[in-house]
């Protein structure tokens, strides 16, 4: 830990080529080496950081990828059936006729009696005075 108490010279790096082999830096060069180590160290953090917020993020957005897929998958594509099914258009035609058929007739009596009452009929003036206003 002591290693050569030799002075630095002021362009030095603070190793000396006589000191590669050793594992730790001599006594004399540690508050030289103090400044370089704190800008590392700070580097090591931040990089530290970076990477903790890529994974963070990476992560999301593979649990965000995860929920957009499709509720719907079409397994097989439709086909023309070879059968009709329901429902049968004889007795919906058939059917349909006879509601329409039933709401004419339904619309045109009350108007036939309506047009048979006579005009001085005090309903009939009253009924006339409230449809204009």
């Not at 050793?22 to 180590?37: G, M, N, S």
């Amino acid at each position: 830990m002591t290693g050569p108490s030799a002075p630095l010279a002021s362009g030095d790096a603070g190793i000396h080529p006589a000191d590669e082999g050793e594992l730790y830096p001599p006594l004399r060069q540690l508050p030289r080496l103090a400044v370089p180590y704190a800008d590392l160290y700070r580097r090591v953090r931040v990089q530290e950081t970076i990477f903790e917020l890529l994974t963070q993020q990476y992560e999301l957005a593979r649990i965000e990828e995860a929920k957009d897929l499709p509720v719907i998958a079409v397994i097989d594509p439709a086909g023309v059936p070879e059968k009709k099914s329901y429902p049968p258009r004889l007795m919906l035609v058939l059917l349909l006729t006879f509601i329409f058929i039933a709401a004419t007739a339904i619309a045109i009596l009350p108007r036939n009696h309506w047009s048979g009452v006579d005009s001085g009929d005090p309903r009939k003036k009253l009924a006339n005075e409230v449809f204009r206003s």
